[in-house]
C-alpha cells in the first residue's frame, strides 16, 4: 500500500522533472510510511528520491520507525541542518512540500545554493486526493459516526439550550463513539448567528422560530467526517423554509452531476445558479465545496476557479449556502466520493428541513 503511495508521488516528480523531493506535512508522511509523529519545532522530513533511495531525517527524542529507507538521526544540539544538506544532493532541484518551516527551507538553501528549490506539494497533494479502498473504508467509517451523532445532536435540541451546551454535547458523542478528536470545534448557530458561515458557538439560548445551523466531523483512525444540516425551533417562518428547499436543490443538483471526467467547477455553477435563480446568488458566499481526508481541509476545492476534474477516489463536501445578515443562514452539506461510474454520498441523515425542541 505505502509503496504504491510512493509510486504515485514519483511519477508525479517525473513529470515536474524532479529526482528528489522534501517531503515535511507529518500526515504526508505517515501517507507515505505508516509513520507518524508530531515533531513540534523539530525537523522532520521524507527525503524521496527517484532512484528510490528514500532517507527519513528524525530527531533522537522520536520513536523508532518500521520503515524501510535509511534512517538519519540527528539530535537538538547537532548542527541537523548541515546533517540535512548533506545527504541530499547539492547539485539538482529540490522538491518542498509547501508545509516546510523557512526556519528550514532558508537554510538548506544557503547550504546547497546550487539547488534550486521548487514548489512541488502538488506531487504528494494529488496522490492523497485520491483515496485509495482502505481510506474510503475509513471515511466512511467516520461519516456514520457523523450521522448517528447529528441525529442525537437534533434530539438533543430544545427551546432555551444554549449553543455552546449542544457543541459540548457534540463532542461527548464523539468520544463515546470511540473518535480520535473532532475533525474541527463544532458550529452551532441560532437564529441571526446562522447567517456567519464559521460562528463560534457561545452562550445564546435557542428561541422558538430560530433557525439552527449545526456543523460538525470528527476524527476516526486518522480521517475526518464533516456535515452540515439547518433545522427549525418550532414552526420556520415560510420566507425561511422556502430558502432552505432552495438551498437543498442546490445541494442535490450539484451531487446528481458528479461522476469521472466533470469539472468540479460545473459543479459550483450549477449550484450557485441555482440559488441565484431564486434571487439569493449574492448571499452564497463561499465556495461550494473543500477536499477532506486526514484534516478537515485538505488540496484542492469544489469552486467556480477550480481546474480540478472529478476522479474516482476523490472526497470532496458539498455545501450551498444562503446566509441574509441580520436574519439568519442556511447551509446543507455531504460529503461525497467519485466512485467509477457517479458518486456515493457519504451521508444519510435526511437533509428536507426539520422542526426540533
Request: net charge negative; hydrophobic share 40%.
Amino acid at each position: 500500500m505505502y509503496q504504491e503511495r510512493i509510486d504515485r508521488v514519483l511519477a508525479a516528480m517525473e513529470q515536474m522533472g524532479l529526482e528528489q523531493m522534501i517531503v515535511s506535512d507529518p500526515d504526508s508522511i505517515w501517507y507515505l510510511t505508516g509513520y507518524y509523529v508530531f515533531p513540534f519545532e523539530r525537523l522532520f522530513a521524507l527525503y524521496l528520491r527517484r532512484d528510490g533511495k528514500h532517507k527519513l531525517f528524525l530527531n533522537k527524542l522520536f520513536p523508532v520507525p518500521e520503515v524501510p529507507y535509511e534512517q538519519v538521526w540527528f539530535s537538538d544540539t547537532d548542527d541537523y541542518l548541515t546533517i540535512l544538506a548533506e545527504n541530499v544532493d547539492g547539485t539538482k532541484p529540490m522538491g518542498i512540500d509547501k508545509e516546510w518551516p523557512a526556519r528550514f527551507l532558508l537554510p538548506l538553501m544557503a547550504h546547497n545554493p546550487g539547488s534550486r528549490c521548487v514548489l512541488a506539494s502538488s506531487c504528494v497533494d494529488d496522490a492523497r486526493a485520491c483515496k485509495d479502498e482502505p481510506e474510503r473504508q475509513l471515511m466512511r467509517t467516520a461519516s456514520r459516526i457523523n450521522d448517528t451523532v447529528m441525529e442525537r445532536a437534533a434530539a438533543f435540541l430544545r427551546e432555551g439550550v444554549m449553543e455552546r451546551e449542544v457543541a459540548d454535547y457534540i463532542v461527548a458523542q464523539y468520544a463515546a463513539e470511540g473518535c480520535d478528536t473532532v475533525a474541527f470545534q463544532p458550529i452551532v448557530s441560532f437564529g441571526p448567528h446562522a447567517a456567519d458561515p464559521h460562528h463560534e458557538a457561545d452562550q445564546t439560548r435557542l428561541r422558538a422560530g430560530d433557525c439552527i445551523v449545526i456543523d460538525m466531523g470528527c476524527r476516526k483512525d486518522r480521517y475526518c467526517s464533516d456535515m452540515t444540516r439547518t433545522f427549525f425551533c418550532g414552526t420556520p417562518d415560510p420566507k425561511y423554509a422556502a430558502i432552505h428547499d432552495l438551498v437543498r436543490e442546490a445541494n442535490e443538483l450539484a451531487e446528481s452531476m458528479i461522476r469521472p471526467g466533470v469539472p468540479l467547477r460545473d459543479l459550483d455553477k450549477a449550484a450557485r445558479d441555482h440559488i441565484a435563480a431564486a434571487g439569493y446568488g449574492e448571499f452564497f458566499t463561499h465556495r461550494l465545496g473543500h477536499f477532506i481526508g486526514q484534516t478537515e481541509h485538505e488540496q484542492g476545492d469544489v469552486s467556480g476557479t477550480t481546474d480540478l476534474i472529478a476522479k474516482p477516489g476523490m472526497i470532496f463536501s458539498i455545501e450551498p449556502g444562503v446566509y441574509l445578515p441580520g436574519e439568519f443562514g442556511v447551509r446543507v452539506e455531504d460529503l461525497v466520493l467519485v466512485t467509477e461510474d457517479g458518486c456515493e454520498i457519504l451521508n444519510h441523515v435526511d437533509k428536507h428541513w426539520k422542526s426540533v425542541g
